[in-house]
């Protein structure tokens, strides 16, 4: 007789392996259809990936001495609206360059591809890991869902990207 092996590992467990998967096989991740479909499972996923980073994030401030609690304030509002302004602005775009996925599939990527939050765990590295991992996922999760070649969603990413970088670059002449 045999237990599913979700069932019985619980949920941390699952937690945590769908994690290692999406880190260290990104493209086999969002190829699997059980993901697409399950959006509970995604808020869940990914607002554990938050509370966690947020969590080993202030304790690590904290024996630091570099108590910044504005700052986390901050990031945890931020992770928590981006998922949502994402969508907002990736959805359209993807159906301009034809893509055939739903807004449902957008948001499923925006919520996996943002669990690349743990990154900022990392010392003095971890926002650039974060920053280039969440776009791999996002570039990786967009074709797989949406059915657009790696270039197109590549393409898609840019456009946003590039005009905030404008922006940021105006900002400061």
Same mark, same amino acid.
Do not use: C
């Given at each position: 007789?045999e237990?599913? /092996?979700?069932?019985?590992q619980?949920?941390l467990?699952r937690? !945590?392996?769908?994690? #290692?998967?999406l880190? %260290?096989?990104?493209?086999? !991740? !969002? +190829?699997?259809? +059980?993901?697409r479909?399950?959006l509970?499972?995604? /808020?869940?996923f990914y ?6 980073? =947020? $969590? ?5 401030d904290?024996f630091?001495? *570099?108590?910044?609690?504005?700052? %986390?304030k901050? %990031?945890?509002?931020v992770?928590? /609206?981006s998922p949502i302004?994402?969508?907002?602005? &990736?959805?359209p775009l993807i159906?301009l360059f #034809? ?8 948001l499923?990527? /925006? $919520?996996?591809? *943002?669990?690349?939050?743990? &990154? =900022?765990l990392?010392?003095? @590295?971890? *926002? =650039?890991f =974060?920053? &280039? @991992?969440?776009?791999?996922?996002q570039?990786?999760?967009i074709?797989? &869902?949406? #059915? ?10 840019s456009?946003?990207y590039?005009?905030?970088? !404008?922006l940021?670059? @105006?900002?400061?002449?």
């Amino acid at each position: 007789m045999e237990i599913n /092996v979700y069932k019985k590992q619980g949920v941390l467990t699952r937690f !945590f392996s769908e994690l #290692k998967f999406l880190i %260290l096989s990104p493209r086999e !991740f !969002f +190829e699997i259809l +059980e993901f697409r479909k399950n959006l509970p499972w995604a /808020v869940s996923f990914y607002l554990m990936v938050v509370i966690i980073t =947020y $969590l080993l994030k202030s304790i690590v401030d904290l024996f630091a001495l *570099n108590i910044n609690i504005l700052h %986390l304030k901050i %990031l945890f509002f931020v992770i928590i /609206v981006s998922p949502i302004i994402s969508l907002i602005i &990736f959805h359209p775009l993807i159906k301009l360059f #034809k893509g055939t996925g739903s807004a449902k599939d957008t948001l499923l990527i /925006v $919520l996996f591809a *943002n669990s690349a939050v743990i &990154f =900022y765990l990392i010392p003095f @590295w971890g *926002n =650039y890991f =974060y920053l &280039f @991992w969440a776009i791999l996922l996002q570039i990786l999760g967009i074709s797989a &869902f949406h #059915k657009l070649s790696i270039t197109r969603s590549s393409m898609i990413l840019s456009i946003p990207y590039s005009f905030f970088l !404008f922006l940021r670059i @105006w900002e400061h002449l």
